[in-house]
Every structure is written in structure tokens, then in C-alpha cells.
């Protein structure tokens, strides 16, 4: 089918979803998630097929790889997303003026959301869902790499969606090429704004080339201070979980920021990193420390091209500072304005890192791990956005809305 046919499908699917009350939706997801724990073994089946394609030690393979705890957990996910409170109809605001014309600014869905990502097929449920959700029509562009994963999803969904005598387009799978993405892109008369949501390189070319209105999310070159007051067996705890929890998420830890006066203390702050074999890239001061106390093939000197850089992988890098004013200036330098956080014991410090960071979520002594939708109470997410414009962090149900000014009136004209 022609590429343009497809959109105007999809838009027009759209408009069928007002049609849709809040119980007939959450049946929809509830629904889906039942078919999808029926459907565990034709899943896993086709994600096999992809995962085939792809060599195990790729960082990517973890992302991409279902298993089946891994579909209950996206089942569970959708049911939480069907609990949520509808986000749609809300009123935002609402006043008499003095010629008689009653406003209000009521929070409406943002119409036709496409999503390019990459090798990870729960996106594609997550993004069915929260679409569904907040009235939204869904084109998902998602990688060749999880194509047969993706096609098996889509008709998950669309069997329910039939079942429902819901419109089918109103979640389109693209073709898994090039051609699809850069139709997308310049979908202008039939997409409402873009989401991609997967490396670096892919934001940037999905910012680079479309006509349609993006909201940027993923990347992550992620930064923890361990402060020069910072509990040692926190500190451990919070940069393994960071660093190895799942290496090939966006909230990752890339480098670890150590005040000079606790480089003694680095030898046991990374030690548990050894065991996931995590390869260290360490500035002088901080390879000095290591060096004999870390293993010799895991440990490298650093050179400037580690600092800002997303590893994606069980590579870490570390940074020595003096204070907090240089940790501050390190990560405004490198940062890619997704999660930073600080171990320290002082309030003060404390509180100057959570207010002079730039970035969409900031800790203090707590494991970056954490920035992620469901984790926040959001349900699943549609993505992490590092832009500032219209959403912040992670993206859930009030994130796919915007609103529209509803004005009544009793013949009032102006003057």
C-alpha cells in the first residue's frame, strides 16, 4: 500500500477514537494483554527469529530479546496503563469574562503520534497502549532488527481491535525501511509530532530531517558524583545497580564523577562492577587509584572522546574533580540533560547539585535506574524526553495530550 494511503488511514482512524468512552478503551487494553500472555509461544517464536540474526554480545540483543517473564511483565504493564485515570476532558482552566463568553481550556489528544525506534519490541506495546489510552492514533516505525517481533505484535493487536470493531489503522506498523522513516518524517498533513525514541544517531537524523514537529527522547550520557562527604556502601550500591542493572538502557551509568579527596575509596566503590566484568576508563588521578586494585584487562587510561559518551555497554568511564563547582561544570560539559545524581551526605551539596543540574531527572544518593515511567507512577512510557518544550522526563498518559480552548457564548460579537 501507498505510503501516503497509510497515513490518511491512520488520521482518519484517529478521529473515530473520540467515539471511544473510557471503559470501552481500558476493555481494549485489557483485552491485549490477556491476548498477549495467549499469545507467549508465537511471541517468542518470532523474537527468535530476530534474535538469530543478531550476535548475543551486541548490546542491542538484551533490548531486543523477549522472554517470557518479560511478556507478563508487558501484560502487567498494560494492565497498569488500563488502571490510570483517563488524562482526557480535563479541566484546565475555566473563566467568565466580562462581555458574558464562558472559556475553557480542556485537555485534548495530540492526534497522530509516530514513533521510530529501534531493536526493542516492548515499545511497541507500550506505545499501542498509552496511545490508545489518551485518544491517540499510533504509526510505529520500528528497526529491521525486530521486525518479525514487531509484525507478531501488531497482529496481537489488531485481532483485539477487530474483535472490538475498532478502526485497525488506529496503530499502523510501518515497513521495516528507510523509505517508511523518511515518509514519516515529511508526513506533515497527516502526523501530529514525532518520537524517536533509540541512539544517539537516530535522534539525530530524525532531528535533522523531518518537517514534522519531534519530541527528542532516549539518550543518555549519564553522570554520579560521589561527593567528597559520600557513604561508601551506598556509593557501591548505587553504581553498580546503575551501571549493570541493564546496560543497554538510556538511564545507564557513563561515568563516574569522584572527588579527589575519596580516590582512595574508589578501589571498593567499583569493585562490584567486577563482577559483570565492567571495563573502566579512568582519567590519571583515578587510574593511579586503580591501578593493582582492579583487574589489569578491565582497567584503561581515559582519553577526552570517553567523557560524553553513552556506552551502551559494561564500559564505564571515571572522572577526578576537586570539588563540587568542577563535577557541576564536567557534567554541564558532557551531559545529555537525561538523569545525573550525587551520593553525598551533605544537605548543602545536596541541594546546589539538585538545583544547578540541567537535566530531565536528578537524584541524590539514589540509583539512576529509577528513570523509567513505570517507576514513577506513570504506568508505561511512550519515551524519556531531554527537551524542555512540552514534556520533561518520563513520558505517560498527560504527556500524549495537549488542549483546546472551548468558548460559549449567547450572540456576543466584538466590537
Known amino acids: 500500500m ?16 473520540v467515539l471511544l468512552n473510557t471503559d470501552q478503551i481500558n476493555a481494549i487494553l485489557l483485552d ?7 499469545q507467549t509461544q508465537l511471541l517468542l517464536s518470532e523474537n527468535e527469529k530476530d534474535l538469530a540474526r543478531m550476535s548475543p554480545d551486541d548490546p542491542k540483543y538484551d533490548r531486543l530479546k523477549l522472554t517470557e517473564k ?6 502487567n504493564d498494560i494492565r497498569s496503563v488500563a488502571k490510570l485515570e483517563s488524562p482526557l476532558g480535563k479541566l484546565l482552566l475555566e473563566k467568565d469574562l466580562p ?4 472559556v475553557k481550556k480542556v485537555s485534548v489528544p495530540l492526534g497522530v503520534i509516530g ?14 497502549a498509552l496511545c490508545l489510552k489518551t485518544g491517540n492514533a499510533s504509526i510505529l516505525k520500528g528497526g529491521s532488527d525486530a521486525s518479525f517481533s514487531n509484525e507478531a505484535i501488531i497482529s496481537v493487536i489488531h485481532k483485539v481491535l477487530a474483535k472490538h470493531r475498532v478502526d485497525v489503522n488506529v496503530a499502523t506498523l510501518l515497513p521495516a525501511d528507510r523509505k517508511a522513516t523518511e515518509a514519516l518524517l515529511n508526513a506533515i498533513q497527516y502526523v501530529d509530532v514525532i518520537i524517536p525514541r533509540g541512539s544517539q544517531a537516530l535522534i539525530d537524523f530524525v532531528r535533522q530531517n523531518a518537517k514534522v514537529p519531534v519530541i527528542e527522547t532516549g539518550a543518555g550520557i549519564v553522570h554520579t558524583y560521589f561527593d567528597e562527604t559520600g557513604d561508601v556502601n551506598k556509593g557501591k550500591a548505587i553504581v553498580n545497580n546503575s551501571k549493570t542493572r541493564r546496560v543497554s538502557v538510556c538511564n545507564s551509568l557513563d561515568c563516574l564523577i569522584i572527588n579527589k579527596k575519596r580516590l582512595a575509596d574508589l578501589p571498593e566503590l567499583v569493585a562490584p562492577m567486577l563482577d559483570s566484568n565492567v571495563e573502566i576508563y579512568a582519567d590519571e588521578q583515578a587510574y593511579e587509584a ?22 551502551l555497554d559494561y564500559k564505564i568511564a571515571v572522572k577526578t574533580v576537586n570539588n563540587l563547582d568542577e563535577a557541576l561544570e564536567h557534567i554541564a560539559n558532557h551531559s545529555s540533560k537525561h538523569s545525573e545524581a550525587i551520593v553525598s551526605e551533605d544537605e548543602k551539596s545536596i541541594e546546589v547539585f539538585l538545583n544547578a543540574v540541567d537535566a530531565a531527572a536528578v537524584y541524590a544518593n539514589s540509583s539512576t535506574a529509577f528513570t523509567d515511567g513505570a517507576q514513577f507512577g506513570l504506568g508505561a512510557e ?3 524526553s531531554t527537551q524542555k518544550l512540552h514534556a520533561r522526563g518520563p513520558m505517560g498518559l498527560e504527556e500524549l495530550t495537549s488542549y483546546k480552548w ?6 456576543q460579537i466584538r466590537a
Open 290 to 311: 586503580l591501578n593493582g586494585k582492579y583487574s589489569d584487562s578491565l582497567l584503561n587510561k581515559a582519553v577526552e572522546e570517553h567523557f560524553g559518551t553513552e556506552f
Open 32 to 38: 491485549v494483554a490477556e491476548a498477549t500472555l495467549q
Open 115 to 128: 514513533v521510530i525506534y529501534e531493536a526493542r519490541p516492548n515499545v511497541t506495546f507500550d506505545v499501542f
Open 382 to 384: 511512550i519515551g524519556i
Open 2 to 17: 501507498e505510503l501516503n494511503t497509510i497515513f490518511q488511514n491512520t488520521q482518519k482512524a484517529s478521529r473515530s477514537l
Open 99 to 102: 462581555n458574558g463568553l464562558n
Open 70 to 75: 518479560r511478556i507478563e511483565d508487558i501484560a
Open 406 to 411: 472551548i468558548v460559549k457564548g449567547n450572540g
